[in-house]
């Protein structure tokens, strides 16, 4: 038998190859964005109102993956800006974004912000990734976000057999099948988290019995 044990965004099973050694580790919880393109020309405060009355807000970026799925909401043959959630108060006023987000991710085009003509207090984005700070009164595209959950769960699983490729996949098929009689929403996706080496299930070693400092057992009630 081998002890694998892998990063799955979803819960466990069982089959006659494969037990799952129960119960699965909660590893984390995270909250992940999920952005949404407006096609509706409005000016930024519009694009405002509008988000956060039918999503949460508009968009925010962390980072340059969290801003790429946001360049991935905006349709291929777009060409023009979008506004998103950045914008100031006056020329002199630090940028902010819409959610009071803390982020301090920029990805301004070069010679951006310059504020010309001295009215370009909110940012709009390209669809090829570049920043450019425009008159909040620019009729534009939005794109808006929402929060969903990802969760992130640890399972430990015993079996005889690779439990890499192609295995893995009818393991999720599995595991996927029964969540969704049970647990999950219709609109839960599962996926496997892929280590360095390419693989999913790494191998667990064991210490030696001769190596283990014997401890006693404490048993909580719940």
Same mark, same amino acid.
């Given at each position: 038998?081998?002890?694998?044990?892998?990063?799955?965004?979803?819960?466990?099973?069982?089959?006659?190859?494969?037990?799952?050694?129960? #119960?699965?580790a909660l590893s984390s919880c995270v909250n992940a964005r999920i952005f949404y393109f407006i096609p509706e020309h409005k000016n930024w405060t519009e694009a405002q109102t509008y988000c956060r009355l039918h999503r949460t807000d508009l968009a925010t970026a962390d980072d340059q993956m969290d801003y790429d799925e946001l360049l991935k909401a905006i349709?291929?043959?777009?060409?023009?800006?979008?506004?998103?959630?950045?914008?100031?108060?006056?020329?002199?006023?630090?940028?902010?974004?819409?959610?009071?987000?803390?982020?301090?991710?920029?990805?301004?085009?070069?010679?951006? #912000?310059?504020?010309?003509?001295?009215?370009?207090?909110?940012?709009?984005?390209?669809?090829?990734?570049?920043?450019?700070? &425009?008159?909040?009164?620019?009729?534009?595209?939005?794109?808006?976000?929402?929060?969903?959950?990802?969760?992130?769960?640890? /399972?430990?699983?015993?079996?005889?057999?690779? &439990?890499?490729?192609?295995?893995?996949?009818?393991?999720?098929?599995?595991?996927?099948?029964? /969540?969704?009689?049970?647990?999950?929403?219709?609109?839960?996706? &599962?996926?496997?988290?892929?280590?360095?080496?390419?693989?999913?299930?790494?191998?667990?070693?064991?210490?030696?019995?001769?190596?283990?400092?014997?401890?006693?057992?404490? /048993?909580?009630?719940?």
């Amino acid at each position: 038998m081998f002890d694998k044990s892998a990063d799955l965004k979803t819960s466990a099973f069982q089959n006659p190859a494969i037990v799952i050694a129960p #119960p699965p580790a909660l590893s984390s919880c995270v909250n992940a964005r999920i952005f949404y393109f407006i096609p509706e020309h409005k000016n930024w405060t519009e694009a405002q109102t509008y988000c956060r009355l039918h999503r949460t807000d508009l968009a925010t970026a962390d980072d340059q993956m969290d801003y790429d799925e946001l360049l991935k909401a905006i349709p291929k043959d777009f060409t023009d800006y979008v506004w998103f959630g950045l914008y100031r108060t006056d020329g002199t006023a630090p940028w902010v974004w819409s959610d009071q987000s803390k982020s301090v991710f920029r990805s301004w085009g070069i010679g951006q #912000p310059n504020n010309s003509g001295g009215a370009q207090f909110c940012v709009g984005a390209s669809p090829t990734g570049p920043w450019n700070d &425009l008159e909040c009164t620019y009729q534009l595209a939005s794109v808006c976000y929402t929060v969903k959950k990802r969760t992130i769960v640890r /399972l430990e699983v015993k079996s005889g057999h690779q &439990l890499n490729d192609p295995a893995k996949t009818e393991i999720l098929q599995q595991i996927g099948k029964i /969540l969704t009689e049970k647990v999950m929403t219709e609109d839960a996706k &599962l996926s496997w988290k892929t280590h360095q080496d390419g693989n999913v299930f790494q191998e667990k070693t064991h210490p030696k019995e001769s190596d283990v400092t014997q401890q006693p057992c404490l /048993l909580k009630t719940i």
